[in-house]
């Protein structure tokens, strides 16, 4: 018989694992608490493949600038001031990982699981409409551009192509569109697409494959024996299962602690607007570098996404970090003003964060048959294909084609 595989978790992730293990034979369920239809992270987010993105989040300055940030509710970055020990004590390990010899060390792995996802999203062998035009890394200020020239550097020394261009070799790259920018930095490497096409084309293939999926399924608890999760207790009874795999976005850190592991997590609002007729369309995806927002042409719409709100599991919309979006996207594109956002609905999505930025990924040693795929934050979609490869390697006893010291789910315990 073949390996029975569960999966708590129908996001990106949850889903490009169930992708791997189902093709290698195994026998897959996809647990997920909340119905088919849903419209989590997964699905609302930019849609970028970045391999440009090798910097964790927990990086040098950080700390200050999420301190001047925080003040305002309308800046790229805000923590909710509440008593919550999680929360400190995320910030604590947030701030011990903020240190130049931490972030040399994960630059290196970042970048080797990016290229890897890049390379999977192109052999998947699924239409879903995968845009390899790369990325611009757009700049208002000269300072800003200094930097990210800088950044460049590092990148092509990683073997990251990167390219620092002027406005003018800007706007020839992307004519399409106008832009008040005082240059770039380019990314050939990296990719966009509909991150909703994504999922339902890998849905499409698991239905092919015989995947088992339970939906508005509950997992209440487990049962355990001999260093081993030998069943999963849910709202549709006991099932049993030769391999467990917490995939759950920002719930997982819930279930984790079930499991007596220390998987510290917060969760990262993200926000969209959607605009299905813009007044232009580039052809290229770009991130404003100063206001932190990611811009993306999707199916002849094109959607403007950002933020980093840590308010706890709170999937409401703040109004004030929505304008925050219409407001600084203008500045980059001026064709653009804020009152083309008036009537398009924000969506929200909650990006699991760990504090050094870095996901969890691999095996613990608390459960033998335990698998952790989670804590990507923004780089969910990007990572998902390399993390569902690198999981199924795992599960079938195998090496994993990524180093995973830096990534283990036990290295907070």
């Known amino acids: ?210 995947v088992t999926f339970l939906w508005e399924t509950e997992v209440s608890g487990f049962k355990t024996e001999s260093g081993a999760l030998r069943a999963l207790k849910t709202s549709r009874g006991e099932i049993e299962s030769d391999e467990v795999v917490l995939s759950g976005g920002v719930w997982s850190a819930q279930l984790a602690k079930e499991l007596d592991l220390k998987l510290p997590m917060q969760a990262g609002k993200g926000y969209s607007l959607t605009l299905a007729n813009p007044t232009q369309l580039p052809e290229l995806c770009s991130i404003c570098t100063e206001a932190r927002l990611a811009v993306t042409p999707m199916d002849g719409a094109l959607r403007v996404g950002g933020t980093m709100e840590m308010a706890g599991i709170d999937e409401s919309i703040t109004q004030r970090r929505v304008r925050g979006i219409t407001r600084a996207f203008p500045q980059y594109f001026p064709a653009f003003e804020e009152a083309d956002f008036a009537e398009v609905k924000p969506w929200s999505g909650l990006r699991p964060v760990s504090p050094d930025g870095m996901p969890y990924i691999g095996r613990t040693k608390r459960w033998k048959n335990l698998t952790v795929a989670t804590g990507h934050a923004m780089m969910g979609l990007s990572l998902a294909p390399a993390t569902g490869r690198i999981v199924s390697e795992l599960l079938a006893d195998e090496k994993s084609s990524v180093k995973l010291d830096l990534m283990s789910p036990d290295r907070f315990a």
């Open 1 to 210: 018989m073949s390996k029975s595989v569960t999966i708590l978790g129908a996001g990106v992730i949850g889903l490009s694992t169930a992708l791997y293990c189902a093709r290698r034979g195994m026998r897959v369920t996809i647990i997920d608490q909340k119905p088919r239809q849903r419209d989590g992270c997964s699905f609302g987010n930019a849609g970028m493949i970045v391999p440009s993105h090798f910097i964790p989040l927990a990086a040098p300055g950080m700390v200050a600038l999420g301190l001047k940030w925080m003040w305002n509710p309308e800046s790229p970055f805000y923590i909710k001031p509440r008593l919550d020990a999680d929360l400190m004590s995320w910030g604590l390990h947030f701030w011990k990982a903020a240190t130049k010899a931490r972030v040399e060390a994960a630059a290196p792995v970042l970048r080797d699981l990016s290229l890897l996802s890049r390379e999977c999203f192109e052999t998947l062998g699924l239409d879903f409409g995968l845009v390899k035009r790369g990325l611009l890394m757009l700049c208002k200020k000269q300072q800003t551009l200094d930097e990210e020239a800088h950044m460049a550097e590092k990148a092509n020394a990683l073997g990251i192509p990167a390219e620092v261009l002027d406005a003018k070799a800007t706007a020839a790259l992307d004519p399409a569109v106008t832009m008040d920018i005082c240059g770039s930095v380019f990314f050939p490497k990296d990719c966009h697409l509909a991150p909703g096409s994504f999922i339902s084309a890998v849905e499409a293939e698991l239905v092919r494959l015989g």
